[in-house]
């Protein structure tokens, strides 16, 4: 390489927080849908079928006709700002970097689609960030989820010649600011409601039923939150499982399942809510809130209501907040 005349230039030390959230299709259409579907479903982390067999179902079936059935539920959902999950995601941003009062660089990305792991990193990197924390915004860990976010920000520093330092946010299912916002969020939403329900179901995204066997901790944390938040409410709490994907068995009991036979139980009136997802998204406004409610109903239940995520609601930042400051101590 030839020697360049100056020396490189090094920007001014800075700590970063990159939030990671899933991803999300870029419009609400078959096309976006299915380049989406088409990154998702060939990480290795969520389809643990080997490519040689997956590859060819993926292409040949589901791409061919999940997205057109996706977009139609996506656009149900889909709002002025575009898909809830990103809009939320660009709202704890915002709202963190607020209390942060530019003591760090706070940014976000999504493991599929835009903007990229890889690319938020390389711009954190030329802003001067030498300490970054990855916070990928799930509460209970799953290699599908929290580990396939290290993953793709490990792979991202294999290109780097100089390193940032690295922390990542831990699972926090158990942590009792995550139980204490869930606890004060449920219970305000609740007091909104003009009905008494029956039962409360806390319903969290599935995952098939061997990761459990294969030492995967999910199952265990999502019951163990469920565990928690029941003893901080003095409730029960009726455990559920949503949004089966394959033909592969998945935890149990589904969501679909459980809130039709609650109603056939007897019991009318129930509140749901999501507490696996850090914002509200296709899985909770459209499966839960609109789906959930018409098999509810048509089971034979009269009152439904659908509980809000804690978003980027002045008790999830708190706790957000939280959760990163003790991250970063030592760095701020
Ligand atoms: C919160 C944790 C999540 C786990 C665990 C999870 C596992 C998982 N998901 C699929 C397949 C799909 N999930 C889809 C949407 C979706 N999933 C999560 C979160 C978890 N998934 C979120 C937040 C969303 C919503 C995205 C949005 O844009 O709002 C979809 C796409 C929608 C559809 O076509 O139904 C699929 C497919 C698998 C296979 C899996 C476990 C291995
Ligand atoms: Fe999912
Ligand atoms: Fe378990």
Redesign the pocket.
Known sequence: MEKPDTHPVVAAPRIGVLLVN?G??DAPTTEAVKRY?KQ??SDRR??EIPPLVWQPILRGVILNT?PQK?AKAYSKVWTESG???AFFTIAQMKALAERLHGQADVRYAMRYGNPSIPDQLAAMKEAGCNRILIAPL?PQY?G??TGTVQDEAYAALTKMRWHPAIRTLPAYHDDAAYIAALKTSVEASLATLDFTPDALVISF?G??ERTLYLGDP?HCHCQKTARLLSEAMGRELVVSFQ?R??RAKWLEPATDETIMQLARDGRKKIAIFAP??SVD???TLEELAIQGQEQFEEAGGTHYAYLPCLNDSDVGMDMLETLVRRELSGWL
Request: charge should be neutral.
């Open positions: 899933l999300t299709p579907l998702f479903l969520v389809v999940r996706s898909s809830p999950l799930y799953s599908a989820t995204h995952m098939p999910y949004s994907f394959g696996g997802f998204c296709l899985e």
